[in-house]
């Protein structure tokens, strides 16, 4: 099966284009979507072995009242010790490809799209046919998702300095979704794409 790589930094439109290509309405051609991003916040869900793990090394001061970790606490760790950084990706990012991989050997599609916001800043094993890249402007990134998250510009501008940069993103890519404009022009986008990787999955196959 074709596998996908869906990446992008923060706020360029991921989830957006996973959830266009899992609404497109060819039944017979349905694409199956794989969210790493899904993946990280369920595997450490109370009482899973990451969570268990993660409070080893953090303590119970990451925990909200109802003992589910506190991500922003956790992430504020990490944003200023890359060994924690380091230690907690060790737990996670092993239990995030299980998973996948667990997931991926139950699809029967023809083409499948793994949505793995870190794609270029982290070790995967995925062995990706294509990345597909969706980028936008920086402006437009800070802007949706200090929208979104309510969040101020600082804060996603400092994410955004720790991600790769726009430029290796697009030189890296083999595909590219263009998401500076409306929504429109990222389903005729997402449907164009579509066609060609259903296309690439038949030569695949043949
Ligand atoms: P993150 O990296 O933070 O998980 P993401 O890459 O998954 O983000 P989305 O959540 O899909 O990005 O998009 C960010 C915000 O921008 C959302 O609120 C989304 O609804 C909005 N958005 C995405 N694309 C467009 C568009 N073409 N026009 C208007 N709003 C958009």
Excluded: W
């Amino acid at each position: 099966m074709l596998k996908i790589g869906l990446t992008g930094g923060i706020g360029s439109g991921k989830t957006t284009v996973s959830d266009l290509f899992s609404q497109l309405d060819n039944n017979e051609n349905k694409v199956a979507i794989i969210d790493t991003d899904i993946i990280a916040r369920q595997i450490v869900e109370v009482g899973k072995p990451a969570y268990k793990k993660i409070i080893k090394i953090f303590g119970k001061e990451i925990l909200n009242k109802d003992a589910s970790i506190n991500r922003k606490v956790l992430r504020n760790i990490i944003f200023n010790d890359l060994n924690l950084k380091q230690q907690l990706e060790d737990i996670i990012h092993p239990e995030i490809q299980l998973q996948v991989n667990s997931e991926l050997a139950q699809l029967n599609t023809q083409y499948c799209i793994i949505v793995i916001p870190l794609l270029f800043e982290t070790k995967s094993d995925y062995a990706l046919d294509r990345i597909l890249l969706v980028d936008c402007d920086i402006d437009t990134q800070i802007k949706r998702t200090t929208q979104r998250d309510q969040v101020p510009a600082e804060d996603v501008e400092r994410i955004i300095k720790l991600q790769s940069s726009q430029d290796y993103r697009l030189k890296h890519a083999d595909d590219i979704i263009q998401n500076n404009n409306d929504l429109e022009q990222l389903k005729q986008q997402v449907r164009n794409l579509h066609a060609f990787y259903l296309k690439l999955a038949n030569l695949n196959s043949g």
